[in-house]
């Protein structure tokens, strides 16, 4: 039963990228790897927020995305340049509905775990931290597509991977991460010295919700 879950999953997982393959199937023909970075190299797309994007991001999969909701990602800049984090508690704050959302949290950082490999199909991240630091890890989610950690949850928009691959990096302030669909994150994670992180997560919808 636990081998046909997973030969399920994997089989839902797949009609989900031939999904997302066939939505974008024209923007990924114009989006060119030195196409996406002339785009991206202007930074127009920050709309005057002073944070820095990270090296780690996936630029031609993010010019897809952004271009695929524009007006998300607009909205969704403007929040992390004009909001002031410190007055603001924890919790989930609407933005444009459910096309644009962000989830705010504050607290001890957890260890690194293989479990916590996580990826979703509806949404892309910005993770924005404000007080603190934290590792975050990112791998493309075709490399751990059968590695089910927790199935799907449509609900949630989750899916959680085991695997002791992946890249970590630092998250800071003045530092945001972007990470799309096509890839596993593992966010959250300790940085040595550090007990406490405030951190905000933005989530743009792929497409927008109609």
């Not at 990228?17 to 797309?45: D, F, H, I, P, R």
């Not at 302030?173 to 593992?186: C, K, R, W």
């Amino acid at each position: 039963m636990r081998s046909f879950d997973n030969y399920l999953n994997r089989l839902l997982l797949l009609v989900a990228c031939l999904w997302s393959v066939a939505v974008y199937g024209q923007t990924s023909e114009q989006w060119t790897q030195k196409k996406a970075e002339q785009w991206y190299n202007k930074m127009n797309w920050l709309a005057g927020l002073s944070a820095k994007p990270a090296d780690a991001i996936n630029i031609v999969e993010f010019a897809k995305r952004y271009h695929s909701n524009k007006e998300g990602w607009e909205k969704a800049f403007a929040f992390l340049k004009n909001t002031d984090f410190t007055r603001l508690r924890p919790g989930k704050y609407p933005i444009d509905d459910e096309n644009v959302f962000a989830t705010i949290t504050e607290g001890p950082p957890r260890d690194i775990s293989n479990s916590k490999w996580e990826a979703h199909q509806l949404y892309s991240d910005i993770h924005f931290v404000v007080k603190g630091k934290e590792k975050i890890g990112i791998i493309p989610a075709e490399k751990i597509m059968s590695n089910v950690a927790e199935e799907y949850s449509p609900a949630k928009d989750i899916v959680f991977y085991i695997t002791d691959g992946g890249t970590f990096y630092v998250a800071e302030p003045g530092l945001f991460y972007i990470v799309t669909p096509t890839e596993a994150h593992n966010p959250s994670n300790r940085v040595d010295g550090i007990d406490g992180v405030k951190k905000v997560v933005v989530k743009v919808r792929t497409t927008p919700s109609n």
